[in-house]
C-alpha cells in the first residue's frame, strides 16, 4: 500500500510538475561548518589489533555482476591477500587471492593496498566474507544483483563530490538508510588534494576508512573528479590520478576499455557507462574510440536502462562551473540522443539540479537547450558536502531547461521498477534529517514509448479517482 502510494504522489508530482516552469527552491538551512572532521573522530577510527585491515571496499568485478573486486589497506606489513567467503557467516567455503602493493606520493608511503578478485559468484546471493589474520582479522557481507533481465527491480544510490566533512558524514548515513544496493559515485572523492605533502596520502586514508561503512558492504561504481587529478609539481607528483589509481580498482578490461578511467558494467536491468571528463574525449581518442563502440554493445532488450556517470555536468545552470561540461557536449550529445540515454548523472557543481530532456542538437551550432523528447535527464550531484561549501549561487533567471535545483547537501536514489519506469528522490540532507524533496517518475527511453506512458498514466489516475 504503502509503495503504491509513493508512487501515486511520485506520478502526480511530476503532473504538477510538467505543468509548470522549473523551480528554484528557496530553502536554506544552518549549514554545518565545511571543514573536515578532525582525524581523531570515531568516524576514522583504525580497526583493533595488528595489521588489521582497514579501508574496505568493493565494486563490481566483471562486466555483468557476477564478480566483486574487494580492496582492503594493512598498514604494518603485507599480511595475507586471502578473501574467504561463503554462503553463511563465519562459513567459508571459497578462498581467493589476491595481489599487494604500496606507493609513495611525496614524503608519504602508503599501506599495503590489497585488491582481490572474487568472481564465479552467483546472482542474488547473499555472500559473507572475511580478510586479516588471526585476531585481527574483519568481516563483512555482500549481495550479488540480481542476472541480467530486463524486468530486475533494484535500488541505485548516487553520490558526488562526498570529502570527509559533517555534511559529507550526514550524506553517508542517509544514504545507508534508502537501503541502495548500489552505489553509483559521480567523482571528487575525499578531497585530500586541498592538503599538502604528507597530509595529502593521510586524508586519503581517513577517507577510505570513513566510506568503509558502505563501501566494504555494497559497491560502489567509481568516477574519477578533478580533485583526483592531484597534479603538484610543487611536490614533484605530475602523474594524474596516482593515488586514485593505487586506491580504487575498476573492472575496465571486462568492457574492453584500455584505462580505468572509463569503462562500463552492467546491473540487474541496467547498463552503466562511466566516463572520465577529465582524460582526452575528442574524436578518435582512447575514450572516444571506446564509447562509439560500447554504446553499439547496449541491448535494450536485455538491460532497458541505459545511465551514464561523468563529473562535470553538461547541463547545469549554477555559476560555479558554468559551461565547462561544454566540450564533452560537442563531441557526445549526439550519441546520447541517438542511443536513447535514459538519465546522466554528474557530480561537480555542489549544489543540485535536475535538466528535462533536453538538447541543443537543433540549434544549428548554438548550444542553447530546446525540449527533445529522445534526449536524457541531466541530473547534478555534485552535493554530497565537501570542505569547498555549497555553490549557492543559481544563474537568475532559472532556465526554462532547468526543471527543479537547489543549493542544498544530499543524494539521490534511483529505484528501477521494471523495464519501463523508475522512481527517482533527491534527499536532502535537512541538517540530521533526510528529506525526499525532489521526486519524480524517470520513463524509460526505449520500453517507455509515449502510448505506453498514457496507458500507465490512465492506471495511475483511475485508482487515484477509485480510491477517492
Ligand atoms: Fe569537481
Same mark, same amino acid.
Given at each position: 500500500?504503502?509503495?503504491?502510494?509513493?508512487?501515486?504522489?511520485?506520478?502526480?508530482?511530476?503532473?504538477?510538475?510538467?505543468?509548470?516552469?522549473?523551480?528554484?527552491?528557496? %530553502?536554506?538551512?544552518?549549514?554545518?561548518?565545511?571543514?573536515?572532521?578532525?582525524?581523531?573522530?570515531?568516524?576514522? #577510527?583504525? +580497526? /583493533?589489533?595488528?595489521?588489521?585491515?582497514?579501508?574496505? @571496499?568493493?565494486?563490481?568485478?566483471?562486466?555483468?555482476?557476477? #564478480?566483486?573486486?574487494?580492496?582492503?589497506?594493512?598498514? $604494518?606489513?603485507?599480511?595475507?591477500?586471502?578473501?574467504?567467503y561463503g554462503l553463511s557467516e563465519g562459513k567459508y567455503d571459497?578462498?581467493?587471492?589476491?595481489?599487494?602493493?604500496? *606507493?609513495?606520493?611525496?614524503?608519504?608511503?602508503?599501506?599495503?593496498?590489497?585488491?582481490?578478485?572474487?568472481?564465479?559468484?552467483?546472482?542474488?546471493?547473499?555472500?559473507?566474507?572475511?580478510?586479516?589474520?588471526?585476531?585481527?582479522?574483519?568481516?563483512?557481507?555482500?549481495?550479488?544483483?540480481?542476472?541480467? $533481465?530486463?524486468?530486475?527491480?533494484?535500488? %541505485?544510490?548516487?553520490?558526488?563530490d562526498l570529502g570527509q566533512t559533517y555534511n559529507s558524514l550526514?550524506?553517508?548515513? @542517509?544514504?545507508?538508510?534508502?537501503?541502495?544496493?548500489?552505489?553509483?559515485?559521480?567523482? $571528487?572523492?575525499?578531497? #585530500?588534494?586541498?592538503?599538502?605533502?604528507?597530509?595529502?596520502?593521510?586524508?586519503?586514508?581517513?577517507?577510505?576508512?570513513?566510506?568503509?561503512?558502505?563501501?566494504?558492504?555494497?559497491?560502489?561504481?567509481?568516477?574519477?573528479?578533478?580533485?583526483?587529478?592531484?597534479?603538484?609539481?610543487?611536490?614533484?607528483?605530475?602523474?594524474?590520478?596516482?593515488?586514485?589509481?593505487?586506491?580504487?580498482?575498476?573492472?575496465?578490461?571486462?568492457?574492453?576499455?584500455?584505462?580505468?578511467?572509463?569503462? #562500463?558494467?552492467?546491473?540487474?536491468?541496467?547498463?552503466?557507462?562511466?566516463?572520465?571528463?577529465?582524460?582526452? %574525449?575528442?574524436?578518435?581518442?582512447?575514450?572516444?574510440?571506446?564509447?562509439?563502440?560500447?554504446?553499439?554493445?547496449?541491448?535494450?532488450?536485455?538491460?532497458?536502462?541505459?545511465?551514464?556517470?561523468?563529473?562535470?555536468?553538461?547541463?547545469?545552470?549554477?555559476?560555479?562551473?558554468?559551461?565547462?561540461?561544454?566540450?564533452?557536449?560537442?563531441? *557526445?550529445?549526439?550519441?546520447?540522443?541517438?542511443?536513447?540515454?535514459?538519465?546522466?548523472?554528474?557530480?561537480?557543481?555542489?549544489?543540485?539540479?535536475?535538466?528535462?530532456?533536453?538538447?541543443?542538437?537543433?540549434?544549428?551550432?548554438?548550444?542553447?537547450?530546446?525540449?527533445?523528447?529522445?534526449?536524457?535527464? *541531466?541530473?547534478?550531484?555534485?552535493?554530497?558536502?565537501?570542505?569547498?561549501?555549497?555553490?549557492?549561487?543559481?544563474?537568475?533567471?532559472? +532556465?526554462? *531547461?532547468?526543471?527543479?535545483?537547489?543549493?542544498?547537501?544530499?543524494?539521490?536514489?534511483?529505484?528501477?521498477?521494471? /523495464?519501463? @519506469?523508475?522512481?527517482? @528522490?533527491?534527499?536532502?540532507?535537512?541538517?540530521?534529517?533526510?528529506?525526499?524533496?525532489?521526486?519524480?517518475?524517470?520513463?524509460?527511453?526505449?520500453?517507455?514509448?509515449?502510448?505506453?506512458?498514457?496507458?500507465?498514466?490512465k492506471k495511475v489516475l483511475d485508482y487515484a479517482i477509485a480510491?477517492?
Amino acid at each position: 500500500m504503502l509503495v503504491r502510494l509513493l508512487f501515486l504522489s511520485s506520478v502526480l508530482l511530476i503532473c504538477v510538475g510538467s505543468a509548470n516552469a522549473g523551480k528554484t527552491s528557496g %530553502f536554506t538551512r544552518n549549514e554545518w561548518p565545511s571543514i573536515d572532521i578532525p582525524l581523531d573522530n570515531e568516524v576514522f #577510527a583504525v +580497526p /583493533k589489533g595488528y595489521n588489521a585491515p582497514q579501508q574496505v @571496499h568493493i565494486t563490481q568485478g566483471d562486466y555483468d555482476g557476477k #564478480a566483486v573486486i574487494i580492496s582492503w589497506v594493512t598498514p $604494518d606489513e603485507p599480511g595475507s591477500n586471502k578473501v574467504q567467503y561463503g554462503l553463511s557467516e563465519g562459513k567459508y567455503d571459497f578462498t581467493a587471492e589476491g595481489t599487494v602493493q604500496n *606507493y609513495t606520493f611525496y614524503d608519504y608511503k602508503s599501506g599495503y593496498i590489497h585488491q582481490c578478485l572474487v568472481d564465479g559468484l552467483q546472482y542474488d546471493t547473499k555472500y559473507y566474507y572475511e580478510i586479516g589474520n588471526g585476531d585481527s582479522s574483519r568481516k563483512f557481507w555482500f549481495q550479488t544483483p540480481p542476472k541480467i $533481465d530486463p524486468e530486475a527491480s533494484y535500488k %541505485f544510490g548516487i553520490i558526488g563530490d562526498l570529502g570527509q566533512t559533517y555534511n559529507s558524514l550526514s550524506t553517508l548515513e @542517509h544514504s545507508m538508510q534508502t537501503g541502495t544496493q548500489a552505489i553509483l559515485f559521480v567523482g $571528487d572523492l575525499s578531497y #585530500a588534494d586541498r592538503y599538502e605533502n604528507h597530509d595529502v596520502g593521510v586524508r586519503w586514508d581517513s577517507w577510505g576508512r570513513f566510506v568503509e561503512r558502505s563501501a566494504a558492504y555494497q559497491p560502489w561504481i567509481w568516477s574519477a573528479g578533478n580533485h583526483e587529478i592531484e597534479y603538484f609539481p610543487q611536490m614533484r607528483e605530475v602523474i594524474p590520478f596516482r593515488n586514485y589509481l593505487h586506491r580504487y580498482p575498476t573492472p575496465y578490461p571486462a568492457s574492453e576499455s584500455s584505462s580505468p578511467l572509463w569503462y #562500463a558494467v552492467r546491473r540487474a536491468s541496467a547498463h552503466i557507462i562511466v566516463l572520465s571528463s577529465y582524460s582526452p %574525449f575528442v574524436k578518435y581518442t582512447p575514450q572516444w574510440k571506446w564509447l562509439r563502440q560500447e554504446l553499439k554493445k547496449v541491448d535494450r532488450q536485455k538491460t532497458p536502462w541505459l545511465i551514464v556517470l561523468m563529473h562535470a555536468p553538461i547541463y547545469n545552470s549554477n555559476e560555479a562551473h558554468f559551461f565547462e561540461g561544454e566540450s564533452m557536449r560537442v563531441v *557526445y550529445e549526439s550519441w546520447f540522443c541517438q542511443y536513447k540515454v535514459d538519465v546522466i548523472f554528474a557530480g561537480h557543481v555542489h549544489a543540485y539540479e535536475r535538466s528535462y530532456r533536453i538538447s541543443s542538437l537543433r540549434q544549428n551550432g548554438s548550444s542553447y537547450p530546446v525540449p527533445d523528447k529522445s534526449a536524457p535527464v *541531466y541530473i547534478t550531484v555534485g552535493d554530497g558536502g565537501n570542505q569547498e561549501g555549497l555553490a549557492k549561487k543559481f544563474r537568475d533567471p532559472q +532556465p526554462d *531547461y532547468s526543471a527543479f535545483r537547489e543549493a542544498s547537501y544530499g543524494h539521490s536514489t534511483l529505484e528501477v521498477k521494471n /523495464k519501463t @519506469h523508475a522512481i527517482y @528522490h533527491w534527499n536532502r540532507n535537512d541538517d540530521g534529517k533526510r528529506v525526499q524533496t525532489d521526486t519524480f517518475v524517470l520513463h524509460n527511453q526505449y520500453w517507455g514509448n509515449s502510448r505506453r506512458r498514457r496507458k500507465l498514466k490512465k492506471k495511475v489516475l483511475d485508482y487515484a479517482i477509485a480510491n477517492l
